[in-house]
């Protein structure tokens, strides 16, 4: 028979728990944990039960934390805290040549230049195991938080995040989103204004990716509407060919467009002001205090000190 410790703290009940405290929503929260509304609802309740009090309320359509759902958040990520502390320690014992690592890469980011080192961290080190995840930004945000991967390559400034304390940075590359357009008349053109942008439809990324927010936001700052988008795809590669098929407006990163080389019937300009943006490594602290992580990203600086990343990009590009 549990005890009343093991059903507040079993590991499904805090996952459903933190799910619903996040998108505060009972439809959404079942759907992505991949059950039914009504399984969802059952054990809510019987965490409700067992701690003897309320933790939500509802205020017309909107769910709210009680006092009692407050103090349940903060001692479940007490509790997520104290267990990846206690794992990075077992792993700060670990060889830096051996061992398994997880990195999580945004799905929207080219990819071409961390394939190609894996390819050579391999060769180097054969028994680290290097897997790679190809994640949303609230995937990679969840995944940092339960310790399931150990570093994510994801862009930045994410303001998405309230609370930074508990992670750490290391950048890779500054870049910039470039309007991606296929009238000649703006062909000698190198910077466009927002309200100079044509009205003419677009392929952009999913609403909830990145580049995507950045841009609405860029568009709405400047109080000009965003432009009517007609597909939406997840990587640079399905942006630009769907783009140069049909006429397409898109913006991209201008590492991925220095890498494709001359493209017919289509130029490129930076907005004004400029979308700036950092591509970077993200981790808990202390992270890289574990041998194979900081041997990782050391290793990962050498490859790039030998050549730089978008000289990398383009080579890659080039021998595709």
């Known amino acids: 028979m549990k005890t009343k410790q093991e059903s507040i703290f079993s590991s499904k009940t805090l996952t459903y728990f933190l799910q619903l405290t996040e998108t505060m929503n009972y439809t959404q929260a079942a759907q992505i944990l991949g059950i039914t509304q009504p399984a969802l609802t059952q054990q809510i309740k019987k965490l409700e039960r067992t701690v003897g009090a309320r933790l939500f309320y509802s205020v017309g359509k909107k769910l709210r934390l009680t006092d009692a759902g407050y103090t349940m958040l903060d001692a479940t990520h007490k509790i997520y805290d104290v267990l990846n502390h206690a794992t990075d320690q077992i792993q700060q014992s670990t060889s830096a040549t051996q061992g398994e690592i997880n990195v999580g890469l945004l799905a929207s980011v080219e990819d071409s230049v961390f394939e190609d080192f894996a ?45 930074w304390k508990p992670y750490e940075s290391k950048r890779i590359i500054s870049d910039d989103l470039l309007f991606i357009h296929h009238d000649e008349s703006l062909s000698k053109k190198k910077r466009i204004k927002f309200n100079d942008v044509p009205e003419t439809p677009w392929v952009t990324y999913p609403m909830n990716y990145y580049l995507n927010h950045v841009l609405h936001e860029s568009f709405k700052n400047a109080m000009v509407n965003f432009p009517d988008s007609v597909a939406r795809f997840t990587t640079p590669q399905q942006l630009l060919r769907f783009s140069t098929q049909t006429g397409a407006y898109t913006a991209l990163p201008n590492s991925f467009m220095m890498g494709q080389g001359a493209q017919e019937q289509t130029w490129t300009a930076r907005f004004e002001p400029n979308i700036r943006f950092d ?20 290793q990962f600086d050498q490859y790039l000190n030998t050549k730089d990343y978008l000289t990398r990009l383009q080579e890659i590009q080039q021998n595709r």
Do not use: C
């Open 119 to 163: 390819i050579q961290s391999y060769r180097e080190n054969p028994d680290v195991q290097i897997t790679f995840h190809m994640l949303t930004r609230k995937e990679l945000w969840d995944r940092l938080e339960n310790n399931q991967i150990d570093l994510a390559i994801m862009y930045l400034p994410d303001d998405s995040i309230k609370n």
């Open 279 to 298: 591509l970077a490594f993200v981790f808990r602290r202390g992270k890289d205090k574990i041998p194979r992580i900081g041997h990782f990203l050391a």
